[in-house]
């Protein structure tokens, strides 16, 4: 039988959960002083350590001045919802 510590399912502690891309953007672009150009929010989030699925979206940004995070947040998610989504593949 397994122990308790072992049981699956069990919660990640809160330091080790899964965070949302919102909640990470948040994070890392804390300490970015606005009105900002895109260059200055990458490495803002660079220096404060962006995972790389951040620092990809945060990529996808259009060259702009951005007058405060939510300006960002919205360029972030505009983004995310034109990426293409893989779909099934036609035979030629």
Sequence with gaps: MPEPSDARGARLPLA????????????VLRDVRYPAERWEIIAGAAARGADTVTAY????????????????????????????RPGPVEPA
């Design 16 to 27: 080790r959960a899964p965070r949302s891309l919102h909640e990470r953007l948040v994070d």
């Design 57 to 84: 979206r945060l990529a996808r940004l259009p060259y702009r001045t951005y007058p405060d995070l939510d300006s960002v947040l919205a360029g972030v998610i505009a983004s995310r919802a034109a990426m293409p």
